[in-house]
């Protein structure tokens, strides 16, 4: 009696204990993330865009179905990553859908989704010698207060194996739901003016870029030409702005001009400048000959930089490292177009040390300028470079391309590492302390605030490619299908200057994945079978051979 007491004392105890500890884990609730990346642990930035998310914010994932183990990866990373988001805030719901699980409607839901830009992508399957391809839809919509965003999973690398590929897509994976949910969540709040009036590209070469812009910022044309006649005026409008983005101008500045884009700089405003020192293109070689001259390019701006610490100089930058130009090879009908070797476009390498370039695939240039830092009280960052095989032409120079079927010597590329692009941070000097002004305004100063600026020797950079008068994204070479880190670079650049650069740090966050050989997975699958589905079996027969042995025996009289 006294025992049977005493047990159901325990029990009581027991249940006890595990309704309190139950109570208090409900208020008190800890994740560990265990793994030395920190791969599931989201950013302060990241969870910044889903914190005053009041109401449902609906992400529907198109990944997912039968795939290869990469790309399963890929899909259960991307479920991990949702459930932490979900973590932080309950109002983040998501659903795995499988729109090709249904073959009746396969072909339809592939059209559609299509459609909404959600392009299906093909991988190859190999399996016991076998090579086969299938379709993923490696997308993802995400809704919220009646508007949709396109979320991308895959971040496409030409050339990559698949492991590489997916290995880099979920590196990237926390950076396109964050930048996806602050496009949702976060309204628009900085202003971009895009100067007009000085030769800059027309619209349809910037239009990828400046398309990717208007999802973050205000963006707005802005002319000089008023100067002449209000200098003032112009002055307190374009100081509105948070950011000036002159994109390859062609036609000198006035004095004028200047004064108020010094100013601009003096009040704090941040600019962003894609120029040259040169004149000359691609589609100057485009004639019978296949011949151009490289010329010098007068903007009046020598002055206007070397104060603020840089000079542009009239050079070409030839890299043996640099991508290749596609040429109409043979005659007639015969003819085929093949990408050949173009030292005039160099592929930067990017300075790893700052988020702004750390990740980033090799920037191309078209025919860049070189930037020589000068010593003054602004901070300096090279943020691109040329390779170490490159060499400095002067101008005037022909420029051939016939080049392509010329063997380099090495030996003449020794001008390594030409900076290409440069970040300056600080206080700046007015251009035009102590000189006389080109007019009056209320208020002159000599001495700006903190402020930024980032210069980058070559204006084709933003330069999209236009086929069939339709603009192709940014850094995708339409004829080799090559893509480079153009348009990431700028857009790194536009969030840094504008103090927007949350986001670009989880572009630095880097994940290690171990994947399978498949090599010799393949190789020693009969062994690894065998090992694993035949041994049990034969090591269970043994086990029961020996003891129905032992058994017999000793029972047997």
Avoid: C
């Avoid at 790893?352 to 025919?367: G, M, R, S, Y």
């Avoid at 943020?383 to 032409?393: A, F, G, M, N, T």
């Amino acid at each position: 009696m006294l025992k049977s007491k005493k047990n159901i004392i325990v029990i009581v105890i027991t249940l006890a204990a595990l309704v309190v500890v139950n109570v208090i884990s409900s208020y008190l609730y800890k994740r560990f993330d265990l793994t030395q990346d920190q791969r599931y642990t989201l950013s302060n930035e990241a969870l910044k865009t889903v914190k005053d998310v009041d109401f449902p914010l609906i992400i529907d994932v198109f990944l997912e179905g039968d795939f290869p183990s990469e790309f399963r990866r890929l899909r259960d990373e991307t479920q991990q990553l949702l459930e932490e988001f979900a973590v932080y805030n309950s109002n983040v719901k998501f659903e795995f859908i499988n729109p090709l699980a249904d073959e009746n409607t396969r072909n339809q839901n592939i059209q559609q989704l299509a459609q909404r830009g959600l392009q299906p992508f093909q991988i190859n399957i190999k399996e016991s010698g076998k090579t086969s391809q299938e379709v993923i839809i490696p997308w993802a919509l995400a809704s919220y207060n009646e508007q949709t965003v396109i979320v991308p999973l895959i971040k496409n690398k030409i050339g990559a194996t698949d492991q590489e590929l997916v290995n880099g897509s979920i590196q990237n994976l926390e950076y396109v739901f964050a930048e996806a949910f602050k496009k949702l969540v976060t309204p628009k709040q900085k202003k971009i003016a895009v100067l007009r009036g000085n030769g800059q590209l027309q619209d349809i070469y910037v239009a990828d870029f400046l398309k990717k812009m208007s999802e973050h910022y205000f963006l707005a044309p802005f002319t000089l030409d008023s100067v002449a006649s209000n200098p003032q005026k112009t002055l307190s409008d374009i100081s509105n702005y948070d950011l000036i983005l002159s994109a390859k101008p062609s036609e000198s500045f006035s004095e004028e001009e200047k004064y108020v884009l010094d100013q601009y700089t003096m009040n704090g405003g941040k600019s962003l400048w894609l120029t040259e020192s040169i004149v000359m293109d691609r589609d100057s070689l485009l004639n019978e000959s296949g011949r151009g001259v490289a010329i010098m390019k007068e903007l009046n701006l020598n002055d206007f930089f070397f104060k603020y610490g840089v000079r542009i100089n009239p050079v070409i930058v030839n890299d043996l490292y640099s991508a290749p130009i596609t040429l109409a090879i043979g005659e007639g009908s015969d003819s085929q177009f093949q990408p050949l070797q173009w030292p005039y476009s160099p592929l930067a390498a990017s300075n790893p040390n700052h988020p702004i370039t750390t990740n980033l695939d090799p920037v191309k240039f078209d025919f860049a300028s070189q930037i020589d830092t000068l010593k003054n009280g602004v901070n300096k960052t090279i943020l691109l470079r040329s390779s170490k095989l490159s060499k400095l032409q002067g101008v005037p120079r022909e420029i051939n391309l016939d080049v392509v079927t010329q063997k380099p010597n090495p030996e003449d590329y020794k001008d390594s590492n030409q900076t290409l692009a440069v970040l300056l941070e600080g206080k700046f000097t007015s251009v035009y302390d102590k000189r006389v002004k080109p007019f009056k305004i209320s208020e002159d100063k000599t001495i700006s605030k903190v402020t930024k600026m980032i210069i980058i020797a070559d204006g084709d950079v933003i330069k999209n490619e236009v086929v069939r008068n339709q603009p192709q994204e940014l850094g995708f070479e339409f004829l080799t299908k090559r893509k480079f880190g153009n348009k990431e670079f700028l857009e790194n650049a536009v969030n840094y200057l504008l103090n927007d650069d949350g986001l670009i740090n989880l572009r630095t966050k880097e994940v290690k994945l171990a994947f399978l050989d498949s090599g010799k997975i393949e190789e020693q699958k009969t062994k690894w079978q065998f090992i694993n589905i035949a041994l049990p079996l034969i090591l269970l027969g043994v086990f029961g051979f020996i003891f129905n042995y032992f058994r017999r025996k000793k029972y047997t009289k």
